[in-house]
């Protein structure tokens, strides 16, 4: 057996030739076991076999040829030779040579089946064998080179064609049909193309786990079946048992590749996702294998209600694989498209397990994580299926899962932000945290409390001060912020007070979701909850109380921009006003009637006009959330946690928000001119956060490998430094667009002074100073004069 299974092992016995007898042969010259792919270049398609698109083997329409392109796994054949002798020889193109085509992903063969193509595990069948032809009539029959141009031909002398007719609506693929023909057309010729190397042990190695998986698949199934609500556990524990430690080395190794990322942890690790591996499970049909495998267990006599019950020690290790097993559906799911409209069709299964101690609710989450086609077909049932579960547990995932379906990357929507805000800011206000803000001796305490927490020595609510949690955490021999931890611990690490720190977060960020775009029934639901302590005031309290963790404070700022920066009246003004009225314009009446009418605010609005949030950020900026160098200079060049960096990042997007509606920009008294001075004073921050020099180190050696470590930092921080310095240069941008607008307007100011003075006559003419900033402009101004005096004495 393998790896210890007591089944025995399947091998394929092969005579291959003496050493000394093989000839060296050119290096393109194909041979049998050779895994090739056939291209049909009249129609520019692959031969190929997808399960999942039809049951016959086919063409697929493609136009990528080029060899680092060519890795598609069900393009790929095997020439199998049709005896043990020899199997390494070299293909041959003739009559009486006949060869088997294996499809690499499926194991499958070729065959001939009547007129059409189809594939069989059957390799005996005589249907199966195949001879080639050459193209070129001048080629060596002796020999078939990859790039050469081939016929394929059944054993009873068929030619294979592209059908005459396609029944079918995809018009990237055609049928193929076999046709006794005394000349074959040149279009039928197929292109024999090599596979890479590495293309292909990728497959082969994939391959393997994934039949790993099917073996456990397969001894479930073998199981007699048991009438529901029947428990007959004990069988397929024994085969979990068996199988466990293959199996799981199969699944984590898949989880951990399947994404780019430091954190070695299957559970937590979170990282960007691996596309050529998505593709490549999806093609070996793992998606469908896995949602049978969390099915299997309960069609086979375990009852689900009793994992999470007394025994659950019990079902520990089935319980474990049914949890890695929706992970890798996670992150085969994650920013797909393709992979998650596959798994949508099994929604109804993943729902079944929710609620009992499956961790599936990630894998729910991150199928319809930014996928709109997908997320116009959300309805009420599943969205109150998560409010019932909220009620019963107050768990983060099902938050997680409420935030990622608001909104997308092309914007929010409304009908579903409206569904949830309807059912947990007025129908059950409950399911979220209690906010308590307290002012004492000028400090702000905060502390919230989850319905149904207690205390554990008292027995009472239990109100939890969000002060304790501003400290670090050793996490894998590195200091991490410690909320930053909490959102990304598995729940397994944490305790109640953690869990209910997480569970309030993520509600921060549920508010923030649900009132983007301006969602007036949101807003007014949200700010209007007592319970959650969120007017413009106590937002603006929690901002400046130092003492609360930054990653905290870090989504209040967005709050802040939510609830009352991006609201009406604002208006995004231009950054450079390219379209301008001379200033003597005197504008036409109109009857349509665009003042104000005077109103009152229906949702509470800021009062002050950002007045006091501006003062606050022109403060709180150059300290760079608290981040350092090792000199103690502020910096990102240290050691930034993942609290410090949200926090720089909200702070920089609220004041790109507030600069784009106006503030921090706004006219001077009694003066036309912007006042630009604090934007001024926000450049010394911004190019504090740009700048990459780092203190030079006592030797050469330790300096490049500093250099070459930061290089290659795949961490979590390293990705958020990336994007903060990003943002940070989007904001610089901006304010150069406001310093240029800003110099233009005097120019042209200048300009209609220059003017205004020439209509008074020659006297004012002649006496015309020019401004400063027009001073370059001196000679086209004097020949302007000639021109005018000239003109006057006409």
Same mark, same amino acid.
């Given at each position: 057996?393998v790896s210890g299974d ?10 291959f ?5 093989l ?6 010259t ?7 792919a056939?291209? $049909? ?7 190929s076999y997808?399960?999942?698109?039809q049951?016959a083997p086919?063409?697929?329409q493609?136009?990528?040829? *080029?060899v680092?392109?060519?890795?598609k796994s069900?393009?790929m ?5 049709n005896?043990l002798?020899g199997p ?6 003739s009559?009486? *040579? ?5 499809h690499v992903?499926?194991?499958m063969?070729l065959m001939?089946d ?8 059957d ?5 199966t064998?195949?001879?080639?032809? $050459?193209?070129?009539k001048?080629?060596d029959?002796d020999?078939?080179?990859?790039t050469d141009?081939i016929?394929?031909?059944g054993a ?5 064609t ?7 609506t ?6 193929? $049909?076999f ?5 074959v ?6 292109l024999?193309?090599?596979i890479r190397p590495?293309?292909?042990?990728a497959?082969?190695?994939i391959?393997?786990?994934v039949l790993v998986?099917?073996d456990f698949?397969n001894?479930l199934k073998n199981l ?9 556990a004990d069988?397929v524990l024994?085969?979990?048992g068996e ?7 199969a699944l984590?190794t898949?989880?951990?590749?399947c994404s780019w990322?430091?954190n070695?942890d299957p559970m937590?690790?979170d990282?960007?996702?691996?596309r ?8 070996l049909?793992a998606?469908?294998?896995l949602?049978e495998n969390?099915?299997?267990?309960f069609?086979k ?6 994992l999470m ?5 019990h079902?520990?290790?089935?319980v474990?694989?049914i949890?890695m ?10 920013e797909n498209?393709?992979n ?7 929604l109804g299964v993943m ?6 101690g499956?961790l599936?609710?990630p894998?729910?989450?991150?199928m319809f994580?930014g996928k709109?086609?997908l997320?116009n077909l959300i309805n ?6 998560f409010?019932?579960?909220?009620k ?8 997680d ?7 997308d990357?092309?914007?929010p ?7 949830i ?7 059950h ?5 209690t906010v ?9 305490l905060?502390?919230?409390n ?5 205390d554990?020595?008292t ?8 002060s304790e949690?501003k400290?670090?955490?050793e996490?894998r ?8 931890w909490?959102?990304?611990a ?12 997480r ?5 921060c ?7 983007s ?5 949101s807003l ?5 909850s007592p ?6 005031d106590k937002?603006?309290?929690?901002l400046?109380?130092?003492?609360l963790?930054y990653l905290l404070r870090?989504r209040y700022f967005?709050?802040?921009?939510k609830l009352y920066?991006d ?7 231009p950054?450079?006003?390219f379209?301008r009225?001379?200033s003597k314009?005197k504008?036409?009446?109109?009857d349509?009637?665009m003042?104000?009418?005077a109103?009152?605010a229906?949702i509470p609005?800021c009062?002050?006009?950002?007045k006091d ?9 150059p300290?760079?959330?608290?981040c350092t160098?090792?000199?103690g200079?502020p910096s ?5 946690r993942i609290g410090?960096l949200?926090m720089?990042s909200s702070?920089?997007s609220?004041?790109?928000?507030l600069?784009?509606f106006g503030?921090f920009v706004a006219h001077?008294e ?8 604090q934007?001024?004073?926000i ?7 740009l ?7 006592a ?6 490998a500093?250099?070459a470590?930061?290089?290659t ?6 990705r958020?430094r990336?994007?903060l ?8 941008l901006?304010f150069f667009n ?5 110099r233009m307007?005097r ?10 003075k020439i209509?008074n006559?020659p006297?004012g003419l002649?006496r015309?100073k020019?401004?400063?900033v027009l001073?370059?402009?001196s000679g ?5 004069r ?9």
């Amino acid at each position: 057996g393998v790896s210890g299974d007591a089944r025995p092992t399947l091998f394929r016995a092969m005579l291959f030739s003496p050493l000394e007898c093989l000839e060296s042969t050119a290096a393109d010259t194909l041979k049998c076991e050779d895994v090739v792919a056939f291209y $049909h270049k009249h129609f520019s398609a692959y031969l190929s076999y997808d399960p999942s698109l039809q049951a016959a083997p086919m063409y697929y329409q493609s136009q990528r040829v *080029n060899v680092k392109s060519r890795k598609k796994s069900c393009w790929m054949w095997k020439i199998e030779k049709n005896n043990l002798q020899g199997p390494g020889s070299d293909v041959v193109a003739s009559d009486s *040579n006949f060869f088997r085509i294996k499809h690499v992903v499926t194991n499958m063969y070729l065959m001939l089946d009547g007129t059409s193509l189809t594939v069989t595990n059957d390799y005996k069948q005589k249907a199966t064998l195949f001879t080639f032809k $050459h193209f070129a009539k001048q080629a060596d029959a002796d020999h078939v080179n990859t790039t050469d141009m081939i016929y394929i031909k059944g054993a009873q002398g068929e030619w294979m064609t592209l059908a005459d007719d396609d029944n079918d609506t995809n018009i990237k693929t055609m049928p193929i $049909h076999f046709k006794k023909l005394d000349l074959v057309p040149d279009s039928d010729a197929l292109l024999v193309l090599p596979i890479r190397p590495s293309a292909l042990r990728a497959v082969v190695q994939i391959r393997r786990l994934v039949l790993v998986l099917g073996d456990f698949q397969n001894q479930l199934k073998n199981l007699p079946a048991c009438e529901p609500g029947a428990d007959h556990a004990d069988a397929v524990l024994k085969i979990t048992g068996e199988i466990y430690e293959r199996c799981y080395a199969a699944l984590r190794t898949l989880v951990v590749n399947c994404s780019w990322g430091e954190n070695p942890d299957p559970m937590s690790r979170d990282g960007i996702p691996n596309r050529y591996l998505q593709k490549l499970l999806r093609e070996l049909g793992a998606i469908d294998l896995l949602i049978e495998n969390v099915q299997l267990p309960f069609q086979k006599g375990v009852l689900i209600d009793e994992l999470m019950g007394a025994n659950k020690d019990h079902y520990a290790k089935l319980v474990t694989l049914i949890n890695m097993q929706y992970r890798l559906l996670k992150q085969i799911a994650k920013e797909n498209v393709v992979n998650s409209k596959a798994l949508y069709k099994h929604l109804g299964v993943m729902r079944s397990h929710l609620g009992l101690g499956i961790l599936c609710t990630p894998t729910i989450k991150e199928m319809f994580t930014g996928k709109r086609e997908l997320l116009n077909l959300i309805n009420e049932d599943l969205l109150d299926n998560f409010v019932e579960l909220l009620k019963k547990d107050k768990a983060p995932q099902y938050i997680d899962f409420l935030m990622s379906v608001c909104v997308d990357e092309s914007g929010p929507l409304n009908k579903i932000q409206n569904m949830i805000a309807d059912r947990l800011c007025v129908r059950h206000p409950e399911i979220l945290p209690t906010v308590r803000l307290e002012s004492q001796s000028g400090a702000t305490l905060m502390q919230i409390n989850v319905q149904g927490s207690k205390d554990p020595a008292t027995g009472k609510d239990l109100w939890i001060d969000l002060s304790e949690f501003k400290k670090t955490k050793e996490v894998r021999g590195r200091e991490q912020d410690y909320v930053g931890w909490i959102m990304n611990a598995t729940l397994s690490e944490l305790g109640v007070k953690e869990k209910a720190v997480r569970y309030f977060i993520r509600c921060c960020n549920l508010y923030g979701k649900l009132a983007s775009g301006r969602n007036q029934g949101s807003l007014k639901a949200i700010i209007g909850s007592p319970s959650l302590s969120l007017s413009y005031d106590k937002v603006l309290a929690v901002l400046r109380e130092g003492t609360l963790p930054y990653l905290l404070r870090a989504r209040y700022f967005t709050l802040m921009s939510k609830l009352y920066v991006d609201r009406d009246p604002q208006v995004e003004t231009p950054q450079v006003s390219f379209t301008r009225v001379w200033s003597k314009v005197k504008p036409e009446k109109s009857d349509l009637d665009m003042t104000m009418q005077a109103q009152v605010a229906t949702i509470p609005v800021c009062t002050t006009g950002f007045k006091d949030l501006e003062a606050f950020l022109l403060v709180e900026l150059p300290k760079l959330a608290d981040c350092t160098d090792a000199k103690g200079k502020p910096s990102l060049n240290g050691e930034p946690r993942i609290g410090q960096l949200e926090m720089m990042s909200s702070m920089i997007s609220i004041t790109d928000e507030l600069v784009g509606f106006g503030f921090f920009v706004a006219h001077s008294e009694g003066q036309e001119d912007k006042d630009l001075s604090q934007i001024s004073n926000i450049y010394k921050s911004l190019f504090a956060v740009l700048d990459t020099r780092e203190q030079k180190e006592a030797s050469g050696a330790a300096q490049m490998a500093k250099i070459a470590a930061r290089a290659t930092d795949k961490s979590l921080e390293a990705r958020f430094r990336c994007d903060l310095r990003s943002e940070a240069l989007n904001l610089l941008l901006r304010f150069f667009n406001v310093r240029l607008d800003s110099r233009m307007s005097r120019v042209i100011r200048a300009w209609e002074a220059v003017f205004d003075k020439i209509e008074n006559g020659p006297s004012g003419l002649s006496r015309l100073k020019l401004p400063a900033v027009l001073s370059a402009m001196s000679g086209p101004l004097s020949s302007a004069r000639s021109s005018a005096s000239r003109a006057n004495s006409a």
